[in-house]
């Protein structure tokens, strides 16, 4: 049997059908779909079947809100019915904070045009007849929740496809893949035959990181057992039965013709084994376990009491895939060309499966979805993340994750410690209290006694701000030194290193050697992939440093591009190798000199020089860069050395007043300087113009990817720019996706916001709706305020930043305070 395609898709559930079907409407049909048993035989086909179209983001809620417009339309595209029926919802409230939380929420409905509402507990009850309302705080409506059955939802999808000409091969098992020169170049079937494909689509839900392994790539969830009960018919349901969220309980409760569907979300999952005999069972049931389902059926009797007196005709238990973060896994591999995922839907599969089959369809024809997916892509986490013990010790938070308070910067306590730098022991003797963002464990803050260790979550003023405060107050007169060892470090080396960076820089890059310089790399739309600083370390030698969360992401886009053009570079990924200080604040030069034989003076070391020189006895590279405004150095430092490192410069920084300084602290003064961050002020979808750094524009050198795109719009002009805030006369907590309203119009969201401690102002970054026309100056005629948890406050433009507006104290000017 020949079956070659240009596409494989592996997995029949309702994620596969859906890339199936969003691959032939844009015309794409050469194309197999494979599955092991029978469609929707995985997990699809047991799945409660709840559609909510609100998330906590903008592209997320638009990914989610794809289902309310498709889903109605399916019978008349396909001839199938899907089953949906638009229901309402409420999102239950048990505490104030869980409101704040609620109210955070309902702006992101009002920007997508969904009917949100906040309601109190009374018109709970008038909308739910028979649910409790003793100890509710309050709700959210959302008028466009609804359900929909997910067979239907597979029936729909598969039709369409087939129709359109592509195959779709059941009892077809994939057994490993071909790779040619890095590349998927075919799929194994377990028959013994191949078939010869470009692209192959990991869509196999609870079994994909099997799948993934096949093929040496991470793929990051696990399997659990999810469980749900449906009871007997109840008297008197109201039609259709809205769709409850009792977030604090952990459970929520559907209708199902007259009948309730009852499920949760508990801690301390159970971790489902898929790669034994059970896993291979088609339409899997696993054993009931009322012990385990006993808090949630409880809740459900304290919830709606006249559950008490009916029966239970079916308790389901079946397989669910869930990953570390709790966002789905989607994009192309890093580690592998041409392999895609789409998988670890975290038991919101049917209702994702619109907006994910859209976006996997446009990122595997165009290159990239239309939307900002980076929160979803799998390229976020690194091997060690899909290792059986470290998703397995995942779960015992991730699952209830999901209904959990979604604090801001909750930070989790499962599967922790496992990437640690060179200084971690010395940092955990210095009062640090970590996080672990990025998966590497980082100091958050500094605390001065155990009352500072313990995190108190909140949505207010947070708890560690005053350590944070002390941090950036003593850098700004003596010396920060900060931990920066997450740092992605990767050496472009080779004949053709200049060829290689010029193409994917839009900065000019052949510069002297020992200068480092910032700059964007673009994507052929013009939208930035990356932001990072390129040092040139000698005629053929570069170091780029980007942030730590982009490190699989950074090294594949350098490399694939390195050998899709043919040059003669290479690319190392040092950043295990080197650990990197941050020696910042107006006495850094001061402490720094002390302990070398260098001249460190303005005019030897100026901003952006980059040198090898002795630090003690340690020799590093030292670069005056800063992301946090003040005259400052980062060392990189072999792993070996650098504890000899710290060590000299915490005996030296005594009489320099040396404080440690967290993460926290470096964010809030990132923010008053107004510098952008990538994946919060700048991505994929936005260029360097419209973010305002086309100073880091060379239009002088040559082409680079993305110039002539850049170019059009540029002359086109844009429709809106990244625009800096400051809250008047308030401290509300600023974090991102906060609605900006430009003279009481809607006009854009927040990127990223938070407190700055040297200014003692909440501070925000933004894009704003404008004519492409209007001058900064009529910009700034304007009126702006912004919308936090219910409430509106004054912003005030900012034009310059509000610490040290002129950026003298980075060229070591204190008196520019």
């Known amino acids: 049997m020949k079956e070659d395609a240009r596409i494989v898709i592996i997995g029949g559930g309702v994620i596969g059908l859906s890339v199936a079907y969003h691959l032939a409407e844009l015309g794409v049909t050469d194309v197999v779909l494979i599955e092991r048993n029978q469609l929707t035989s995985g997990t699809s086909w047991h799945a409660a079947g709840i559609v909510g179209p609100l998330r906590a983001t903008l592209n997320l809620t638009r990914l989610a809100q794809y289902a309310t417009e498709l889903f109605p339309k399916l019978e008349e595209l396909t001839g199938q019915t899907s089953g949906y029926r638009q229901t309402g919802g409420v999102w239950l409230a048990r505490r104030e904070e869980r409101m704040s939380e609620l109210k955070r929420i309902a702006h992101m409905g009002d920007v997508c045009g969904l009917k949100v509402e906040i309601i109190g507990a009374d018109v709970v009850g008038e909308r739910i007849p028979g649910i409790a309302l003793d100890g509710l705080a309050g709700a959210l409506w959302v008028e466009e929740d609804g359900q929909a059955n997910p067979v239907d939802i597979c029936a729909a999808y598969a039709k369409r496809a087939r129709a359109a000409g592509i195959r779709v091969l059941e009892g077809t098992a994939c057994s490993g893949f071909v790779i040619e020169n890095g590349r998927v170049a075919g799929v194994k079937l377990a028959s013994g035959n191949t078939i010869r494909c470009e692209v192959a689509v990991n869509c196999a839900g609870a079994w994909a990181r099997q799948i993934g392994a096949m093929a040496g790539v991470p793929v990051p969830l696990q399997a659990a057992e999810h469980m749900y009960v449906v009871t007997e018919p109840v008297a008197g349901l109201p039609d259709p039965f809205p769709i409850v969220r009792d977030l604090d309980e952990g459970i ?24 034994g005999p059970v896993g291979d069972r088609p339409f899997l049931e696993l054993p009931e376990d009322w012990e385990q389902f006993e808090p949630f059926m409880s809740a459900g009797l304290r919830l709606f009491p006249p559950l008490a007196e009916t029966g239970i005709r079916h308790f389901m238990n079946g397989p669910e895939s869930f990953t570390p973060d709790t966002q789905p896994l989607m994009g192309e591999s890093p580690y592998l060309r041409g392999f895609f995922v789409a998988a670890g839907f975290n038991s919101t599969g049917m209702m994702s499966s619109a907006g994910a089959g859209k976006a996997m369809a446009e990122w595997i024809v165009d290159g990239e979805p239309g939307l900002d997916l980076w929160p979803l892509d799998i390229a ?11 998703v397995e010790a995942r779960m015992e938070e991730s699952v209830a994750d999901l209904f959990r308070m979604h604090w801001p910067y909750k930070q989790s ?41 313990e995190p108190r979550y909140t949505f207010g003023r947070q708890f560690w701000w005053q350590a944070a405060e002390r941090e950036a107050v003593a850098m700004a007169s003596g010396v920060g030194l900060f931990e920066l060892s997450p740092f992605t470090k990767l050496d472009v080396t080779g004949r053709d290193a200049v060829k290689l960076l010029q193409q994917l820089a839009a900065n000019n890059i052949d510069v002297a050697e020992g200068r480092a310089v910032y700059t964007q790399m673009l994507n052929r739309n013009g939208g930035i992939e990356a932001d990072v600083t390129v040092t040139r370390c000698g005629e053929t030698a570069f170091r780029i440093v980007s ?25 190392f990924d040092a950043t295990s190798a080197e650990a990197v200080l941050g020696v910042m604040g107006p006495r850094s030069r001061e402490l720094l000199q002390q302990l070398t034989g260098a001249d460190l003076s303005e005019a030897a070391f100026p901003f952006s020089a980059s040198r090898r020189i002795d630090i003690g006895m340690v020799n590093v590279r030292a670069t005056r860069v800063s992301f946090v405004g003040e005259l400052g150095y980062e060392l990189y430092v072999p792993v070996e050395c650098a504890e000899s490192l710290l060590a000299a410069i915490r005996e030296a920084g005594k009489a ?8 926290y602290a470096l964010d809030g003064c990132r923010l008053e300087k107004g510098y952008r961050h990538w994946g919060h002020d700048i991505g994929p979808k936005e260029t360097p113009i419209e973010a305002g750094l086309g100073f880091a524009v060379s239009w002088t050198k040559g082409g680079f990817i993305g110039r002539e795109a850049l170019e059009a719009r540029k002359a086109q002009g844009f429709g809106r720019r990244l625009l800096h805030f400051a809250v008047d006369g308030a401290n509300p907590l600023l974090l991102h996706d906060e609605p900006i309203y430009r003279d009481s119009k809607f006009a854009g969201l927040t990127t990223s916001g938070g407190f700055g401690f040297r200014t003692g102002l909440s501070l925000c970054l933004g894009y704003v709706a404008c004519d492409p026309a209007e001058t900064k100056q009529q910009i700034a005629t304007s009126s702006y305020e912004i919308a936090v948890a219910g409430e509106r406050f004054g912003l005030r433009l900012l034009d310059r930043p509000p610490y040290d507006p002129t950026g003298g104290r980075m060229r070591g000017q204190q008196e520019t305070l």
């Open 547 to 571: 942030g730590a969360a982009t490190r699989q992401k950074d090294f594949a886009w350098v490399a694939r591009h390195a050998s899709d053009l043919g040059l003669d570079a290479s690319v």
């Open 252 to 275: 929520y409760v559907k209708g199902d013709s007259g009948k309730l569907v009852l499920g949760g979300f508990e801690p301390n999952a159970k971790v489902l084994d898929v790669t």
């Open 656 to 663: 320099h007043d040396a404080v440690f300084c967290g993460h």
């Open 380 to 390: 976020r986490f690194d091997r060690g993340a899909a290792s059986r013990a470290f």
């Open 413 to 453: 306590k499962a599967g922790r410690g496992l990437r640690r730098s060179a200084w971690h022991g010395m940092l955990d003797e210095a009062g640090a209290v970590f996080g672990a963002p990025t998966g590497w464990e980082r100091p958050l803050w500094y605390a001065r006694d155990e009352a500072e260790r």
